[in-house]
């Protein structure tokens, strides 16, 4: 009888255990959302949460570029450090992430990618993306609103099918992303009541 073949005689609490182990990136999603939404009139909401999704897809079209899918978490460490530095700057976050998208838009398009089918949808992915968030903060606040929460949802469909397909990314950062994509996205809609 094979290891494979014998049953697992630690019970149910341990396989709930082990399960909910693997599912750390929801969880983290979920804690991702509750300590960073709320807070600030709606104007601010959309606002910050507008520029923030102008770097979700930046990080996905880095990544795949780079070719290296581990890179998705410190990218979103990077991403979240130059947020905070350019808000605490007053820096204007959307100016530093057109340029900083213009820029990886010109790498991908030059020398040799290793899935470049995969490259180019990213691209694709980040121009779309950006145009709804560079949308969302041009209008008024209340169309801004559903502009931006539309980018959210999107996205968290994105990464959803990303974490389905297993690409661009490490699936751990997909699920996450997906879930806290998804709540702001909702959180948002809220707002708009």
Known sequence: MTAAMIPDQRGRPYQVIRAL???WPTALGVLSAVVTLGGGDRAAQVTGLGE??????LIYLVVARAGRR???????????ALLIGLRALDVSVTVVAVALAAAALAWSAVGHAAHPGTVRLQALGMVGFAALGLTGLAVDTDLGLYLVAAGW???GV???VHLKLDRAVARSYAEWCGVLDVLTAGWLLLLAW
């Open 158 to 160: 994105w990464d959803f």
């Open 21 to 23: 182990g693997r599912r």
């Open 70 to 80: 581990w890179l998705s978490w410190p990218a979103l460490g990077v991403s979240f």
């Open 52 to 57: 923030t999704l102008l770097f979700l897809p």
């Open 153 to 155: 949802l999107f996205h």
